[in-house]
């Protein structure tokens, strides 16, 4: 799983479902004045550290590789990994491709296939690409899932064989697929001779198997992709897609009053109001697998103690957040698994904004206030650096609301911003996220059908070798999760997920401020729009404007 931003994508009734809230001159059979026929002009309210999903896998990032970009399996319309892209067939142990012990997997690949440059593609590109993932040089942000994967067989030019060295039931997510939102397969004839592809020309134009092809990126500008006439599905009915580069949402909202993009994907609920406003724009929403969290740096003395993690928990009210922020549209939960999901624990209690308790909490952990009211204990101040990312006013709010209820239990943050490229760059270029350069931070996960946490909160996935930024290690934590990824059997699963999500509530290494239920805005001209719960552009080739 490697979803992180302050993106979202949708949530309705129905898993998956779409449900149009507003609507102005949308259903007319004209063409809006503003409408540029056959290109789409969307934004996200980010920019952009690189284009190739190896290295740089933001959600904005990954958002393009899904119209870009070669997998070996897409997501359906509940999000599931079941739409296979450029393999023949899902490999399950029903059909064989799956072996009874779970320690083989066989990938059969279409044939018939092409690079957007004509190159034929075959298995020695996914071979390269997996040992691409594997390769340590390679800033990878995480290899969950792949480090299993003891050798790597071409028994000719359309077959994979993965030998594990142990059972891994998310494989279907994990490797190569867009709900994993990890890798995409590589072309081996462009990238064979790199050493280390950290670097590699590649990265910022790629060539891959996807309706579109890169056309061009001009930095802090755009990224532009072109129908792609090679692609064997054949060819969309969109002939351009124009990813406007804009990292403050007060801008997105510019542009689409002003007709400049045709789709903010996704808006944040702060915005909503004036969305609804704004003529010939279409709102809907559907089902979200992404939840909104204040994460803490258990590194650092202040957050390792879990009575200053309980009281910050009890003195944040969520239920204000959400009411104030969000317009009430999100949805209140303890878990770090959605409720969307089949694995969510409702059995969870939910924690109420309790002043008096967080108080109670800190004066029995011996933690005292000073002369300026901010609490110390043993020469450590609760004095804390609260980082979030750069052009998000909703989120200031949200930080001034926080600061107000932190104030009243001798706890006092310093707020610091970075642009979203720089916050979750891969540690070795000195992400904010992955270098743990904060004490609290606030931001959003996105989860994968599977709710494999391990590369979140596993105490073997601290990065570089994942994406536990909160330094948080629970054995009894990651030996469940270890066994819960060795079953194939989903249903199978469920007491170990339990336990999980009720272990990390016990600990409260963060503080799951909501589920989301995401938006988007589009002109109303733009037809067969359906995006994807997980994976929202994985359906484009009836999309037309």
Not at 162 to 169: A, I, N, V
Not at 378 to 383: E, F, I, Y
Not at 429 to 441: C, L, S
Request: charged share 20%; hydrophobic share 40%; glycine share 6%.
């Amino acid at each position: 799983m490697r979803r992180y931003m302050v993106l979202a994508l949708l949530l309705a009734t129905g898993l998956g479902g779409c449900s149009k809230l507003a609507t102005t001159d949308a259903s007319a059979d004209r063409r809006h004045a503003y409408t540029i026929a056959h290109e789409l002009r969307f934004s996200m309210g980010a920019d952009i550290a690189g284009l190739n999903p190896l290295i740089n896998g933001s959600g904005y990032e990954m958002a393009l590789a899904q119209l870009t970009m070669a997998f070996l399996i897409r997501t359906d319309a509940l999000g599931e990994p079941s739409v296979p892209e450029l393999i023949t067939r899902i490999p399950t142990q029903k059909n064989g491709d799956v072996s009874a012990d779970g320690k083989t997997i066989i990938w059969h690949l279409r044939r018939g296939v092409a690079w957007s440059d004509g190159v034929p593609f075959t298995a020695d590109d996914v071979v390269f690409s997996t040992r691409a993932v594997l390769n340590p040089l390679n800033n990878v942000v995480s290899r969950d899932g792949w480090d299993l994967i003891k050798k790597i067989e071409e028994p000719d030019k359309y077959t994979v064989v993965y030998r594990l060295r142990k059972p891994y039931g998310a494989y279907a997510v994990t490797f190569f697929s867009t709900a994993g939102a990890d890798p995409a397969v590589m072309p081996k004839h462009l990238l064979a001779g790199y050493e280390s592809l950290n670097r590699a020309p590649y990265n910022a134009l790629p060539v891959g198997i996807g309706p579109f092809k890169y056309q061009s990126w001009k930095r802090g500008e755009s990224v532009t992709m072109i129908a792609n006439p090679r692609y064997f599905r054949g060819r969309p009915k969109l002939d351009r897609v124009v990813f406007k580069i804009v990292p403050d949402r007060n801008t997105v909202l510019e542009l689409l009053r002003t007709h400049e993009i045709d789709l903010w994907s996704s808006v944040p609920p702060h915005f909503l109001p004036e969305v609804r406003k704004i003529p010939g724009v279409i709102v809907s929403m559907s089902n979200s697998f992404f939840f909104d969290h204040l994460d803490f740096n258990l590194s650092h003395p202040a957050l390792a103690d879990r009575a200053v993690r309980l009281a910050l928990r009890y003195a944040t009210d969520r239920k204000a957040i959400n009411n104030k922020i969000r317009f009430g549209l999100y949805q209140l939960s303890e878990s770090t698994v959605p409720p969307a999901s089949k694995f969510y624990d409702a059995s969870i209690p939910t924690v109420p904004f309790d002043i008096g308790a967080a108080n109670a909490i800190l004066d029995r952990a011996a933690w005292a206030r000073g002369l300026d009211g901010v609490r110390s204990k043993n020469g450590v101040r609760l004095s804390l650096d609260f980082v979030s990312s750069s052009g998000s006013p909703d989120t200031d709010q949200e930080i001034e609301m926080i600061r107000g209820w932190w104030k009243q239990v001798g706890v006092e943050i310093n707020v610091k911003h970075y642009p979203a490229a720089l916050m979750f760059a891969p540690i070795q270029d000195g992400g904010i996220v992955y270098t743990g350069k904060f004490d609290v931070i606030a931001f959003a996960w996105g989860t994968d059908p599977n709710q494999d946490l391990a590369n979140l909160y596993s105490c073997a996935r601290f990065p570089p070798n994942g994406q536990n930024d909160l330094r948080y290690c629970s054995r009894a934590v990651t030996v469940a999760i270890e066994k819960a990824q060795r079953m194939y059997d989903r249903t199978a699963r469920r007491g170990l997920m339990n336990l999980i999500q009720e272990r990390i509530f016990a600990d409260a290494p963060t503080i799951v401020l909501d589920v989301r239920r995401d938006i988007q805005a589009y002109n109303g001209d733009l037809k067969g729009w359906n995006p994807r719960s997980l994976a929202p552009f994985d359906d484009m080739m009836g999309v037309d404007i």
